[in-house]
C-alpha cells in the first residue's frame, strides 16, 4: 500500500513528564493491582469481624504507640516526598540527591516501628483467625515499604551517576515518589482498621 | 395455560431417549413438594430460552440467505429500520428476562414453607458417608442409622445439615434443590414427599476420592409404616440365632470393628463409622454402593478397599470362616 | 528540553523503502542465537510463543478431557484409579482455565493490539517477556507434578476445607495455590501492558471512538484482570499460609470461615469468564465485517456493552454459591444481577445480527466459526439465565447440566472465535493462507463433535448426574448417554486434530498471502505479512475506524523518528494527539533471570516460608540489573 506522509513529528520531544509517560501509567495500573488487594484485605478483616462474636479474638486490642508513631512519620514523610517531585519536575539534581537521602531513611524509620507493631498486636497469626488477618496485613503493607525502600536506594545511587541528569530519571524519581504517597495513603485505612476499629 | 405449556414441554423432553425412567435420581421425575414446583419452573424456563433461541438462529439464517435485492451500506433509513430493530430486541430480552426473574421468585417462595415441621432428622454428612439421627418430639436423640432416611408421606421434615470434615451437599432431586452441608456452619433442608416410593440421592459438592460413591436412599412411606419403621429402629439389635450368626457377634466383637461402629444392646460402641444396628434392614451398603445382601456384605467386609478405593473402613484380616459369620449376623441384623 | 540534532541522527524522511527497511530492521531486528532469542522483547515473537505454548497446554487438557470420558463411557469403569482421575479433572479445569483460555486471548492481544493501534512494540516489552516465562514456569511446574502423580486433586475450584492442611496432605493443594502464583503474575503483567499500549501508543487520530473493537474488548478484559486477579492471589497466599504456617483463615474452630474461600474464589472466578469472553466478542466483531462487507453495526452500543457486561461481571459471584444457604434476600439480589447480563449480551448478539442482516455474507471458514459461535452462545447464554435463577439452580447445581452450560460458554463462546482468529489472522502471522477445504471439514467436526458431546450434559444432570464423580453405578440410567458423549467426543477430537494438522502444513506450505488477504479494513493489514519486527516504516495516521476501507489511493502516514534507535510514538489518551517521539528498551536477558529468581522463590516457599526471604535477594538483583541504565541510545533524552 502507498503511503503519504502527512504528520512531520521530528519536533516532538524525546520523553513526556507525568501522565505523558508510559511509565507513569504502568505505575498507576500496578498502584491500582495492590490497591485491589488491600481493599480485599479489608473486605476480609470486616468479613471475619462480621462472623466473630467477639472482636478481636481472645485478644485486647492492639497497642496504639508503634503503629501510632509510624503513621506520624509516615504521614510527615510525605512533605519531602512532594519537595522531590517538584524538583525532579525541575531538574535540579543537587536537591533531588538530597531529597532522596532523606526519602531513604524516612523509609527506614517506618520499619524500625513496623517490628514493635506485631507484638503490639497480643496476637499470633496462627492463634486465630483475627491473628491471620492482622499479621497478613501488617506483612502485606511492610512488603511495600520494603519494596519502596529498595527501589529508593537504588534510585539514589543512580542518581550520583553518570545516568542521573537525564528527563528520564527524572520521571523515575517523580514515579517513585507518586508509589510512596500510594504506600502511605493505603497505610491510612489499614491503620483505623487494625488499631480503631477493634476499639469501637 | 401454563400447565398446557408445562405438559408439552415435559412430553419433549420425556420423548429423548434414556430418560431418567426408574426415576429415582431425577430433577425431571419429581415426587415431593418443592421438587414439583421447581420442576414446573425448569420446564417454563426451558420452553421459554428455546423458544427465544430458535427466534435468534431463525434471524440468523434469514440474515445470512436472505435475496440481497436493495443492499446499500451505509443507507440512513436502512439503519434506521436496523437500529429500530436491534432496540426492540433488546426492549423483548429486557421483559423475558424480568418475566423469568419474578418466575424465580415466586418458586423461590414456594421452596420454603414457614410453618413447623413434622418431623425433624439432623444429618452429619462426612467422608463418605451420611449419618443420621432421630429425635423425639422434645429433640431428644432415638437413634441414629446411616446413608437411609425414611420419611413419612404428606409431612414436612426437616432435616438439619451438618458435615464433619469436608464440605457436602444434600441432594435427593426427586425431593428437593440441593443444599450444601458446610463445617462450621449449619443449614437446613425440607423435604415433603407427595408419594409413596423410594428416592435416591447423592453428595453434590466434590468431598474428595469416593464422592462418587456417596449416595444415599430416602424411603418415603406411609403413616403406619413409617411408625412401625420407627420402632423397630429404637429397639437394640436382636440376638443372633444361629449358630453360625452367634459366632459372627463374637468375632465383630473381639476384632477392631467395635472400635469403630456401634451395634446397640452390644459391647459395639465405636462412633466413626455407621451405627450398624439395623443394618440388615437397609437398603444399602456403602453409601449406595451395593443392595444388603449376605454376599455383598462378605464381600465388602472382606475387601472394602476395592469395592470403594480410599474409603475410611481398613481392611481388617479375617479368616473366609470369619467372614462369612461376621456377614450373617450383620445380615440378621434386621 | 533536550532535543536531539536533526541534521546529525538518521531518520526516516526522504529515504528509499529499501533503505528504511534495511536501517529499521538494523534497529529493531533480534541477532540470532538462543541467547538471543530469550532476550528478545518483540510482541510477536513472544505472543507467538505464548500461543503455541498456549495451545500445546490446550491439546495436553483435550488429552485428560477423553481420558475421563473414556473413564465415564461405562458404568463402575477401573480405566483410571479415583484418585487419578481426581487429578485428571483437576488438571483439565485448572490447565483450560489458568494455562490455555486466560493466556491465549492475553497472547492474542499482545499480537494484535500493538498492530492494531499502529505501534512498533507493546509498552513495557521486557516485562512482556517476564510473563511469558512465569507463565511457562507456572504451566511446566503444574505438569511436572502431574508426571510425578503428586498434582493437585482438589478441582480447580481447590474449596477448603478439601485443600487445607487437615483434609488435603502432601503438597498438592500448594502446588495449585502456586501455580495460580505463577499464571496470574503473568496475566497481570500483560493487563497492564495492554492498557498502556491502548492508553499511551495508539497511532495519531485513533480517538477513543476510532479504536477497533477488539482493542476496546482487550482494555476491558484487561481492567478485569487487574481488579479481579488480586482476589485469587489473596485466597491461593492465605490458603499457602493455613497450610504451611498455621494461619487459621480457612478453620472456623479458630474463627475462620469455609465460605470467605468461596467469595474469595468467585469474586475473581465469575469475572474470569468474562476475561476470557470479552476478547472473543472483540474477535467476532473484527472478523464479522470483514465477511459481510460493511462496517460493523452499532459500534457504540457494542463498546458500551463490552464496559457494561466487565462492570456487571463483579456482581454476579454469588451465584455460584446458590446452595451453600447464604441469606435469602441478598441470594435474590444475585439472580436479578446475573439475570441482567442478559442485556448487555442480547446488545452484542443484535449488532452481529443486524450487521450480517445489512452485509453481504462471504462464507469462508473464519466466518463459518463466528456463526458457530453465534449458534452455540446463545444457546450457552440462555443454560446461563437458567443457572441464574436460584431456584432452577438448586436442582442443576453441581450436575452435568452446568459441566454443558460453561462448555457452551466457554468452547462455543471463546474457543470457535479463538478458532477463527487463527484462521483470520494466521496469514498475518506467517505470511501463508491456511486451507479453506481442512479448515471446512475442521470447522464442522467441531461444530458437529461439540453439539454431540456436550448437549446430552444438559439430560444427563436434569437426571440426575452429579459433577465430578469418576464413576456411577449401572442401575443408574446415565449409561447409555455417557457412552454417547465419550463416543461424541472423539469427533470433537478429531476436528482439533485436523485443525492442527492444517496449522502444520500451512505454516510449512500454505499460499503466499500478501498484506490484506479478507481486504479487512484495521490497520494490521497495512504491512507485510507477517509483519517485519518494527511493524511499520512510517506510523500510521488514522482519520477513521475503517481506515484500510476509507483510504483507499494511499494510507496517511508520519515521518520524523529515527531510524538508529527504537523510536515510537506517544499520544494522548482520549484524541491520540502526539505527545513524544519515546524510545523504547532493547532487548535483555535480565527479564528472563528475573522469571528464574522469581520462580525459585515462589517454589521454594512452599516448601519453607524462610524461601521468601533468601529468594529475595536474587530477585532484587536481577530486577536492579534490568532496570539499572546501559547507556545505550534509547535511553538518550
Not at chain 1, 6 to 20: C, E, F, I, T
Not at chain 2, 40 to 63: M, N, P, R, S
Not at chain 3, 401 to 428: D, E, I, N
Amino acid at each position: 500500500m502507498k503511503e503519504q506522509a502527512v504528520l512531520d513529528v521530528s519536533r516532538l520531544p524525546l520523553h513526556g513528564m507525568g501522565a505523558a509517560s508510559p511509565t507513569w501509567w504502568g505505575t498507576a495500573a500496578f498502584m491500582l493491582i495492590e490497591g485491589s488487594g488491600f481493599a480485599l484485605a479489608v473486605a476480609v478483616y470486616f468479613y471475619l469481624m462480621s462472623l466473630a462474636e467477639t472482636w478481636p479474638i481472645d485478644a485486647p486490642a492492639p497497642d496504639l504507640a508503634p503503629g501510632t508513631w509510624l503513621t506520624a512519620i509516615l504521614v510527615a514523610s510525605v512533605v519531602p516526598n512532594m519537595l522531590i517531585s517538584r524538583w525532579a519536575k525541575r531538574r535540579q539534581l543537587r536537591r533531588v540527591q538530597i531529597g532522596l537521602v532523606i526519602m531513604t531513611l524516612l523509609g527506614i524509620a517506618p520499619l524500625a516501628f513496623r517490628v514493635y507493631e506485631f507484638p503490639a498486636l497480643h496476637v499470633w497469626w496462627d492463634d486465630n483467625a483475627y491473628g491471620s488477618i492482622t499479621w497478613t496485613i501488617l506483612g502485606l503493607h511492610t512488603t511495600h515499604i520494603l519494596t519502596d525502600l529498595v527501589d529508593t536506594v537504588v534510585l539514589t545511587c543512580l542518581m550520583f551517576t553518570r545516568h542521573a541528569d537525564n528527563p528520564r530519571r527524572y520521571g523515575d524519581v517523580q514515579d517513585n515518589a507518586m508509589y510512596w504517597n500510594f504506600v502511605v495513603l493505603t497505610w491510612l485505612p489499614l491503620y483505623v482498621c487494625l488499631y480503631w476499629v477493634p476499639r469501637l | 395455560m401454563r400447565s398446557k405449556l408445562n405438559l408439552r414441554a415435559g412430553g419433549l423432553l420425556l420423548a429423548l431417549p434414556l430418560c431418567g425412567c426408574n426415576g429415582t435420581q431425577s430433577a425431571l421425575h419429581a415426587e415431593g413438594q418443592a421438587a414439583t414446583a421447581l420442576k414446573g419452573l425448569i420446564l417454563l424456563i426451558v420452553l421459554v430460552c428455546a423458544l427465544v433461541w430458535i427466534a435468534v438462529v431463525g434471524v440468523l439464517f434469514w440474515a445470512l440467505l436472505r435475496r440481497r435485492t436493495e443492499f446499500a451500506a451505509g443507507n440512513k433509513i436502512h439503519d434506521h429500520r436496523l437500529r429500530l430493530a436491534v432496540y426492540s430486541a433488546l426492549a423483548a430480552t429486557a421483559i423475558i428476562v424480568a418475566g423469568l426473574t419474578v418466575a424465580s421468585f415466586y418458586a423461590t417462595r414456594a421452596l420454603y414453607s414457614s410453618h413447623p415441621p413434622d418431623v425433624i432428622v439432623q444429618a452429619k454428612a462426612q467422608q463418605w458417608w451420611w449419618q443420621f439421627t432421630y429425635a423425639d418430639s422434645e429433640n431428644r436423640p432415638l437413634f441414629q442409622t446411616a446413608n437411609e432416611l425414611h420419611i413419612p408421606v404428606g409431612k414436612d421434615v426437616l432435616i438439619t445439615l451438618e458435615a464433619l470434615d469436608v464440605i457436602h451437599s444434600l441432594w435427593i432431586p426427586a425431593l428437593a434443590g440441593k443444599q450444601d452441608m458446610i463445617p462450621g456452619r449449619r443449614n437446613e433442608q425440607r423435604l415433603h414427599a407427595e408419594r409413596q416410593g423410594i428416592y435416591r440421592g447423592q453428595c453434590a459438592e466434590f468431598c474428595g476420592i469416593q464422592h462418587s460413591h456417596m449416595a444415599l436412599v430416602v424411603v418415603a412411606e406411609d403413616e403406619d409404616d413409617y411408625a412401625a419403621w420407627l420402632a423397630e429402629q429404637q429397639k437394640p439389635a436382636a440376638d443372633p440365632i444361629t449358630a453360625e450368626a452367634e459366632a459372627g457377634r463374637a468375632v465383630f466383637l473381639g476384632k477392631p470393628c467395635a472400635a469403630c461402629h456401634t451395634i446397640r444392646g452390644t459391647a459395639a460402641k465405636g462412633s466413626t463409622g455407621p451405627d450398624l444396628t439395623h443394618i440388615g434392614s437397609r437398603q444399602t451398603l456403602g453409601a449406595g454402593l451395593l443392595p444388603v445382601t449376605r454376599g455383598s456384605l462378605a464381600a465388602w467386609i472382606a475387601d472394602p478397599q476395592t469395592l470403594k478405593p480410599g474409603n475410611n473402613m481398613p481392611l481388617v484380616p479375617l479368616s473366609s470362616d470369619e467372614v462369612r459369620q461376621v456377614s450373617a449376623y450383620l445380615e440378621g441384623l434386621r | 528540553m533536550t532535543k536531539d540534532d536533526p541534521i546529525l541522527t538518521p531518520r526516516d524522511t526522504d529515504i528509499a523503502d529499501a533503505e528504511l527497511h534495511a536501517r529499521l530492521m538494523r534497529t529493531w531486528t533480534s541477532p540470532p542465537g538462543l541467547w538471543a532469542a530469550i532476550a528478545t522483547v518483540d510482541h510477536k515473537v513472544i505472543a507467538r510463543r505464548y500461543i503455541a505454548t498456549a495451545f500445546v497446554f490446550l491439546i495436553l487438557g483435550g488429552i485428560l478431557a477423553l481420558a475421563m470420558r473414556l473413564q465415564l463411557s461405562r458404568p463402575e469403569a477401573r480405566y483410571i484409579s479415583p484418585d487419578r482421575y481426581n487429578q485428571i479433572f483437576t488438571m483439565h479445569g485448572t490447565n483450560m482455565m489458568f494455562l490455555f483460555a486466560v493466556p491465549v486471548m492475553e497472547a492474542m492481544a499482545v499480537y494484535l493490539v500493538p498492530l492494531m493501534v499502529g505501534t512498533r512494540n507493546i509498552a513495557f516489552p521486557r516485562l512482556n517477556a517476564f510473563s511469558y516465562w512465569m507463565f511457562l514456569g507456572g504451566g511446566l511446574l503444574l505438569w511436572l507434578s502431574f508426571a510425578l502423580d503428586t498434582a493437585p486433586d482438589v478441582g480447580w475450584f481447590a474449596y477448603v476445607p478439601l485443600s487445607g492442611p487437615e483434609y488435603g496432605p502432601g503438597k498438592r493443594a500448594d502446588l495449585w495455590a502456586q501455580m495460580i502464583t505463577f499464571t496470574e503474575i503473568a496475566a497481570l503483567a500483560v493487563a497492564v501492558e495492554i492498557v498502556v499500549t491502548v492508553f499511551k501508543q495508539r497511532a495519531p487520530g485513533m480517538s477513543l471512538d476510532r479504536v477497533p473493537v477488539l482493542v476496546w474488548a482487550m482494555l476491558v478484559m484487561a481492567f478485569l484482570v487487574i481488579f479481579a486477579m488480586p482476589a485469587i492471589m489473596f485466597a491461593s497466599s492465605t490458603l499457602i499460609l493455613d497450610r504451611l504456617v498455621g494461619t487459621q483463615f480457612y478453620n472456623p474452630a479458630k474463627g475462620g470461615d469455609a465460605l470467605l474461600w468461596q467469595h474469595l474464589f468467585w469474586f475473581f472466578g465469575h469475572p474470569e469468564v468474562y476475561i476470557i469472553f470479552l476478547p472473543a466478542v472483540g474477535m467476532v466483531s473484527t472478523i464479522l465485517p470483514t465477511f459481510v462487507r460493511r462496517p460493523l453495526f452499532g459500534y457504540m452500543l457494542l463498546v458500551g456493552a463490552l464496559i457494561a457486561t466487565g462492570i456487571l461481571s463483579f456482581g454476579l459471584w454469588v451465584h455460584h454459591m446458590f446452595v451453600t444457604g447464604l441469606p435469602r434476600v441478598g441470594e435474590s439480589f444475585f439472580t436479578a444481577s446475573s439475570m441482567a447480563i442478559a442485556l448487555p449480551a442480547g446488545a452484542q448478539i443484535f449488532c452481529w445480527l443486524a450487521t450480517i442482516w445489512a452485509g453481504k455474507p462471504v462464507f469462508r471458514v473464519p466466518f463459518l466459526f463466528v456463526l458457530g459461535f453465534i449458534v452455540t452462545f446463545v444457546l450457552g447464554g440462555l443454560t446461563g439465565v437458567m443457572v441464574a435463577s436460584l431456584p432452577f439452580d438448586t436442582q442443576v447445581h453441581d450436575t452435568y447440566f452446568v459441566v454443558a452450560h460453561f462448555h457452551y460458554v466457554l468452547v462455543g463462546g471463546a474457543v470457535f472465535p479463538l478458532l477463527g482468529a487463527v484462521y483470520y489472522w494466521f496469514p498475518k502471522m506467517t505470511g501463508r493462507m491456511m486451507s479453506e477445504r481442512l479448515g471446512k471439514l475442521s470447522f464442522w467436526l467441531i461444530f458437529a463433535g461439540f453439539h454431540l458431546t456436550f448437549f446430552p450434559m444438559h439430560i444427563l444432570g436434569l437426571i440426575g448426574m452429579p459433577r465430578r464423580i469418576y464413576t456411577y453405578q449401572p442401575e443408574l440410567p446415565w449409561a447409555g448417554l455417557n457412552l454417547f458423549v465419550s463416543l461424541s467426543s472423539l469427533v470433537l477430537a478429531a476436528g482439533f486434530l485436523v485443525f492442527f494438522i492444517d496449522v502444520v502444513r500451512s505454516r510449512r506450505s500454505g499460499l503466499p498471502a500478501g498484506r490484506n488477504p479478507w481486504g479487512a479494513s484495521t490497520l494490521e493489514w497495512a504491512t507485510a505479512s507477517p509483519p517485519p519486527a518494527y511493524n511499520f516504516a512510517h506510523i500510521p495516521v488514522v482519520f477513521s475506524r475503517e481506515p484500510l476501507w476509507d483510504e483507499k489511493d494511499a494510507l496517511p502516514v508520519t515521518s520524523g523518528l529515527r531510524t538508529d534507535r527504537r523510536e515510537l510514538l506517544v499520544t494522548s489518551l482520549a484524541a491520540a494527539i502526539p505527545q513524544a517521539r519515546e524510545s523504547v528498551p532493547e532487548d535483555s536477558l535480565w527479564p528472563f533471570f528475573a522469571a528464574l529468581a522469581t520462580s525459585a522463590m515462589l517454589i521454594g516457599s512452599i516448601f519453607t516460608p524462610w524461601a521468601v526471604v533468601w529468594g529475595a535477594f536474587p530477585m532484587a538483583v536481577t530486577l536492579i540489573g534490568w532496570f539499572w541504565p546501559k547507556g545505550t541510545k534509547e535511553e538518550m533524552s
